[in-house]
């Protein structure tokens, strides 16, 4: 049997701790009020969540017990029950480890068993890129009920000891650009009354030949480190690029619907940081959409972001609604974005 | 921070900005490659050089980098 409509059930997220601000940032790293200054002016980013204790050091939460709790939250939402979800797909940067994959110590943590489960090594388009897989999964007919995740645990690079008088402008940026989250939402293929159609999926690799904008580097047994940082991005790539990107994604996403750009209920714009979040969204001009956006107060919580997105916008679609979602990875150049209709 | 020729090595050996002695009194949007994270390493070299904090209001505010040092050599 096969369908030929994927509806978006419901979403969850979890995030770690309490919200650290930049005032509680600056003090751990003996930063002055200039520098909190410019953090508000040029990032824009307010708060974010930390999977790392400021005080201690201490990592408290694992991106498997964030993905679970976050999975919880989306099945509870959702109201279906783990024992029903017949294939995982989940997205991050930063797996707990390489092996076991991330994915199935959620699916552990959940009770899940015997279904397939993917896991994908993806940057801030992994949320997008994991939809459209289990989209796909369930348009075979194969499955019914998929779980898709997205999450990012950054504990291995944030240092709170670090002097941040001694990094680059580079690595400056990304200790106040990202936090630590979680987030999952539950497709299926039953036509569930009130339950969002998923109308596109777009995942495109647009990387020949550009440079990475954003690097994170692993290391094994026989070779501890590169002499360069593990983290690194190029700030003015993604400045230049990411907005035309994003778009770029707007505009197929509407043409290939035959929507009108007066048709999108809301707006779901790539999380980077509060001002690039926000000069984006001024690029893509769509008159009658309300934006939702989350990066002000978690920052940039990378395959997490749009499940959090998703959470807030669910509840909030009416009948005839329409939403669109955008997201652009700067590692090798990722476009995505989906498109969402409540009938 | 007594010269500007001091200003013009730390905008080179510690902000990485290539500008010459030239580029000081033109407008920072005509600065080549300047932007607002050089602002901010900037002002980081600036304290640790000088031992003095120079509020960001008064940095935003600066047109170019010889305002800046000014600023910081005041």
């Known amino acids: 049997m096969t369908t030929t409509e994927v509806r978006v059930l419901a979403a969850g997220s979890a995030l770690p701790g309490p919200p650290v601000d930049n005032a509680a940032l600056a003090d751990r790293f003996r930063m002055d009020a200039s520098w909190q200054q410019w953090v508000d002016v040029f990032i824009g980013t307010r708060s974010r969540h930390l999977a790392v204790d400021l005080a201690s050091g201490e990592v408290r939460s694992s991106l498997a017990e964030l993905a679970a709790s976050a999975a919880t939250r989306a099945l509870d939402n959702a109201g279906v029950a783990p024992g029903e979800v017949d294939v995982m797909v989940l997205g991050t940067a930063t797996p707990d ?148 990107m994003a778009v770029e994604v707007l505009e197929e996403l509407l043409t290939s619907l035959g929507w009108q750009d007066t048709d999108v209920d809301y707006l779901l714009p790539p999380q980077l940081s509060g001002t690039m979040t926000a000069r984006i969204v001024k690029d893509l001009g769509l008159p009658a959409a ?54 | 921070m007594n010269t500007i020729d001091e200003f013009v090595a730390l905008l080179h050996d510690e902000v990485g900005l290539p500008v010459s002695a030239d ?18 390493t900037l002002m980081m070299a600036l304290e640790r050089r000088t031992g003095r904090t120079i509020p960001m209001p008064e940095l935003l505010e600066a047109p170019s980098l010889g305002h800046i040092y000014r600023l910081a050599s005041a």
């Open chain 2, 23 to 40: 580029d000081v009194e033109t407008g920072l949007d005509q600065v080549p490659g300047w932007d607002s994270v050089h602002l901010l």
């Open chain 1, 97 to 244: 480890r390489l092996m076991p994959a991330t994915v199935n110590t959620v699916a552990d943590l959940l009770g899940i068993d015997g279904i397939p489960t993917y896991q994908l090594q993806s940057g801030c388009t992994g949320a997008v890129a994991a939809l459209d897989i289990g989209r796909q999964l369930l348009l075979t007919g194969e499955h019914r009920t998929a779980l898709v995740l997205g999450g990012d645990v950054c504990a291995k690079h944030f240092d709170p000891d670090i002097d941040l008088k001694s990094l680059s402008p580079a690595e400056l940026v990304n200790v106040v650009l990202f936090g630590d989250g979680a987030g999952a939402a539950v497709l299926t293929t039953e036509p569930v009354d009130g339950a969002p159609v998923l109308r596109r999926v777009l995942n495109r690799l647009v990387g020949l030949g550009r440079a990475p904008g954003q690097v994170v580097d692993w290391y094994g047994q026989a070779r501890r480190a590169s002499d360069g940082p593990a983290l690194s991005e190029d700030y003015k790539a993604i400045e230049e690029l990411v907005p035309v």
């Open chain 1, 290 to 343: 309300e934006e939702v956006t989350c990066v002000v107060e978690i920052a940039n919580i990378g395959n997490a972001a749009p499940f959090v997105q998703l959470e807030r916008t669910l509840p909030e679609l009416a009948p005839g609604d329409r939403a669109v979602g955008i997201a652009i990875e700067s590692s090798k150049w990722i476009k995505a974005g989906f498109a969402l209709e409540r009938d």
